[in-house]
T-cell receptor, first 114, second 110 residues
Framework: KAGVTQTPRYLIKTRGQQVTLSCSPI?????VSWYQQTPGQGLQFLFE???????NKGNFPGRFSGRQFSNSRSEMNVSTLELGDSALYLC?????????????FGPGTRLTVT | QKEVEQNSGPLSVPEGAIASLNCTYS??????FFWYRQYSGKSPELIMF????GDKEDGRFTAQLNKASQYVSLLIRDSQPSDSATYLC??????????FGRGTSLIVHP
């Protein structure tokens, strides 16, 4: 079974621009979560989508948004990029039900904002 | 504020020894616990999960959960240099949003 895929793998953007990241979950998984990982803050939860609906949201500003499509693929958008948005953005998929909630991470998108 | 605490390390063990990684959590409502391994420059990889008090074994890995003490541990037997990585502990509660610890760096030296 194919794993979680994320595109692009690397991205360099300029402050003030916007960016869209894509994630394709494991086949059959309906939950997609997004995380930001930085050396200073560790792994921080952005939001989770389940069956095209945002089910949970972390403490990030409204510049960070996402959506999920009917095939469970998800996109994350960051508008008006700031230098502090430079990070590894990870997508994780899960079956999404019950307390098991094992998540499987994609390879990540390394975003650099200059 | 839900927190998961881990000693940042590094924890250094010789090859063949048992590595013991520990994690405490603040939310008594946490129900599920996960250990992830993350190699430098790579994404986290799920190693084990545990829901019930006691021990759970999978190959060289044993997860231990003590809900009364709010404590989770991961034992790695017969440690190999390839086990050198950062190990992340995560806990989830009713909201299913995992809270991750900052990770413990493990170094297994030959």
């Amino acid at each position: 079974k194919a794993g979680v895929t994320q595109t692009p793998r690397y991205l360099i953007k300029t402050r003030g621009q916007q960016v869209t990241l894509s994630c394709s979950p494991i086949s059959g998984h309906r939950s997609v979560s997004w995380y930001q990982q930085t050396p200073g803050q560790g792994l921080q939860f952005l939001f989770e989508y389940f069956s095209e609906t945002q089910r949970n949201k972390g403490n990030f500003p409204g510049r960070f948004s996402g959506r999920q499509f009917s095939n469970s693929r998800s996109e994350m958008n960051v508008s008006t990029l700031e230098l502090g948005d430079s990070a590894l953005y990870l997508c994780a998929s899960s079956l999404g039900g019950g307390v098991s909630y094992e998540q499987y991470f994609g390879p990540g998108t390394r975003l650099t904002v200059t | 504020q839900k927190e998961v605490e881990q000693n940042s390390g590094p924890l250094s063990v010789p090859e063949g020894a048992i590595a013991s990684l520990n994690c405490t959590y603040s939310d008594r409502g946490s129900q599920s616990f996960f250990w992830y391994r993350q190699y430098s420059g790579k994404s986290p990889e799920l190693i084990m999960f545990i829901y019930s008090n006691g021990d759970k074994e999978d190959g060289r890995f044993t997860a231990q959960l003590n809900k009364a003490s709010q404590y989770v541990s991961l034992l790695i037997r017969d440690s190999q240099p390839s086990d050198s990585a950062t190990y992340l502990c995560a806990a989830t509660g009713g909201s299913y949003i995992p809270t991750f610890g900052r990770g413990t760096s493990l170094i297994v030296h030959p």
